[in-house]
Antibody, heavy 118, light 110 residues
Framework: EVHLVQSGAEVKKPGESLKISCQGS????????IGWVRQMPGKGLEWMGI????????RYSPSFQGQVTMSADKSINTAYLQWSSLQASDTAMYYC???????????WGQGTLVTVSS | QSVLTQPPSVSAAPGQKVTISCSGS????????VSWYQQLPGTAPKLLIYDNNKRPSGIPDRFSGSKSGTSATLGITGLQTGDEADYYCGTWDSSLSAKVFGGGTKLTVL
């Protein structure tokens, strides 16, 4: 059975760095791209971009290019999303999801809540 | 402002049918497959419909999808209280080179 398990909730201060993770199991991790989706409090879904765990090729949404960095370690079936300097506006739930096709994301992680507050 | 337009809310009685619309343009819905996601309160989104009208294994046939031109529709029949959730349409936008979602529709089963 396919599972995507994300790291736990984080509380950070503005200006701090952060790296959250998403570990896949139950399938060949390098076969499917992993996407990241942001959901701000009470708002809808926003696609941030995708990474190919096999070769770390990345495609960022224009809205998030330069704001975050996606990476992956295929040896431990894990994808990462990181920030170098958090802002209060980064407060949101972040989901990782497996891309089965260009427009189809078939499995989702449970989400990681990131709270940025002074 | 989302690229894809959905009604903010819809409601219907248990057992009834409801439809949720998703309107886009030629750069997204008009030339790409549409998927639909269900997000129950406090949980992660779940794939409900893909490639306009296909259901993943385990999704009951009460849920259906269709697409015409630059619009798509999600239909739910035999409404149950457990269907109360937010529903999102999504597709690829060739102009933005990004996956785009609708703003979401909150379904209330009265």
């Amino acid at each position: 059975e396919v599972h995507l398990v994300q790291s736990g909730a984080e509380v950070k201060k503005p200006g701090e760095s952060l790296k959250i993770s998403c570990q896949g199991s139950g399938y060949t991790f390098t076969t499917y791209w992993i996407g990241w989706v942001r959901q701000m409090p009470g708002k809808g879904l926003e696609w941030m971009g995708i990474i190919s765990p096999g070769d770390s090729d990345t495609r960022y949404s224009p809205s998030f290019q330069g704001q975050v960095t996606m990476s992956a370690d295929k040896s431990i079936n894990t994808a990462y999303l990181q920030w170098s300097s958090l802002q209060a506006s980064d407060t949101a739930m972040y989901y990782c999801t497996r891309r089965a096709a260009t427009t189809r994301y078939d499995y989702w992680g449970q989400g990681t809540l990131v709270t940025v507050s002074s | 402002q989302s690229v894809l337009t959905q009604p903010p809310s819809v409601s219907a009685a248990p057992g009834q049918k409801v439809t949720i619309s998703c309107s886009g343009s030629s750069s997204n819905i008009g030339n790409n497959y549409v998927s639909w996601y269900q997000q129950l309160p406090g949980t992660a989104p779940k794939l409900l419909i893909y490639d306009n009208n296909k259901r993943p294994s385990g999704i009951p046939d009460r849920f259906s999808g269709s697409k015409s031109g630059t619009s798509a529709t999600l239909g739910i029949t035999g409404l149950q209280t457990g269907d109360e959730a937010d529903y999102y349409c999504g597709t690829w936008d060739s102009s933005l080179s990004a996956k785009v979602f609708g703003g979401g529709t909150k379904l209330t089963v009265l």
